[in-house]
């Protein structure tokens, strides 16, 4: 028994933002974020957060699926900007869907968060517990952005992508899960408060930091690393592969990635030009708009991995 995905559904807000309109605000230029990222425009929040981003994606992922929300057992947010402390994002999916039976919370890990809600469902469902998931990956970066830090603000955008997830016999293949906690400091956002009556700290908000640098050579070593382990686990020779579906962080890293895999860049779908980093977003969303071109085809063997703060990374081999 495995779990294969039977539908899937993205959201981004309304709100697109050009690499010209953030040159009004920071020293920037459109040919340097393209040339360097791959990233044309992203789309931004204005007044609506994680949770609703992942209500919609969540939605049009039950809707293509075809299941009555109250199928549901588990709904799994992966998300490092929600919009509250508590109650988790996922609760209010749960919610706004009406899937009563389900159990619902958020997960943490970034870039890798969906990959890392997958796996995790995909266990409870192996070992029987549960048999339907809605595993969601939505971010609203715009929140956590410094604005006038060019190193980043250009990079993100904000969205969510989600999957149904269903016990099958065939789907999810193998998959591979990794932290390094000590190079955790490279890419973070600091808590957005660290104050109380004992420590006479103020409350603060908190800003995204990240070492690009270390960030992009981590991605380059790592993704070719744990795509050719979820292979090796499952047997399977590369050239069966359709598409790498990796997380949309650089057009370069992921070249490097294809280069290093000796594949040809067609199977790496990209779509950060349109929607930049979306972070857990990024893997369903690419994933949710291949599926609706009607490029996915049954049978086909997909490979996704992401990267992300922690640091994290994972990646699945599914037939789709
Ligand atoms: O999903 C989370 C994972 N995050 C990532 O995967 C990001 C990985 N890292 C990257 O994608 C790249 O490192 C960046 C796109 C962030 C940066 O690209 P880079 O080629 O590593 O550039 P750099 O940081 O070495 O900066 C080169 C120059 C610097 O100027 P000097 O020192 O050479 O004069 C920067 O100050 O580019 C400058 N720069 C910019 N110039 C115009 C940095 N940001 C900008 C900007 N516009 N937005």
């Given at each position: ?93 749960q919610a ?33 517990i549960y ?107 590369i050239e ?81």
């Amino acid at each position: 028994m495995t779990s294969r995905i039977i539908g899937t559904g993205s959201y981004a807000p309304a709100q697109v933002v050009t690499n010209d309109d953030l040159a009004k605000i920071v020293e920037t230029n459109d040919e340097w974020i393209r040339s360097r990222t791959g990233i044309g425009e992203r789309h931004i929040a204005v007044d609506e957060g994680t949770s609703h981003m992942a209500v919609e994606a969540a939605k049009r992922a039950v809707e293509n699926a075809g299941i009555d929300p109250k199928e549901l057992d588990i709904i799994l947010l992966a998300t490092s900007s929600p919009d509250n402390c508590f109650p988790a994002g996922a609760c209010e999916v749960q919610a706004a869907l009406g899937a009563e039976r389900a159990v619902a919370y958020d997960l943490s890990a970034a870039c890798s968060g969906f990959l890392f809600a997958l796996n995790t469902v995909n266990a409870f469902i192996q070992a029987g517990i549960y048999r339907t998931a809605l595993v969601i990956g939505a971010d609203c970066l715009s929140k956590l952005t410094d604005w006038s830090d060019r190193g980043t603000c250009v990079l993100f955008g904000d969205a969510a992508g989600a999957a149904v997830v269903q016990a099958a016999d065939s789907g999810l293949k193998t998959m591979v899960m990794g932290s390094d906690g000590v190079k955790g400091p490279v890419l973070s956002c600091v808590a957005r408060s660290e104050g109380n009556f004992l420590n006479g700290k103020t409350p603060q908000l908190g800003y995204m930091y990240m070492n690009g640098q270390e960030v992009f050579k981590f991605a380059v070593k790592k993704v070719p690393e744990c795509v050719n382990q979820v292979l090796e686990a499952a047997d399977m020779d590369i050239e069966d592969v359709k598409y790498f579906v990796l997380h949309q962080a650089n057009y370069r890293i992921v070249e490097a990635a294809a280069r290093r895999l000796k594949q040809p860049i067609e199977k790496f779908p990209m779509n950060m030009d349109r929607y930049g980093n979306t972070s857990g977003a990024s893997v369903p969303l690419l994933l949710d708009e291949l599926n609706r071109e009607g490029r996915l085809e049954r049978g086909d063997q997909i490979v996704l991995a992401g990267f992300g703060a922690g640091l994290t990374w994972g990646a699945a081999l599914i037939e789709w």
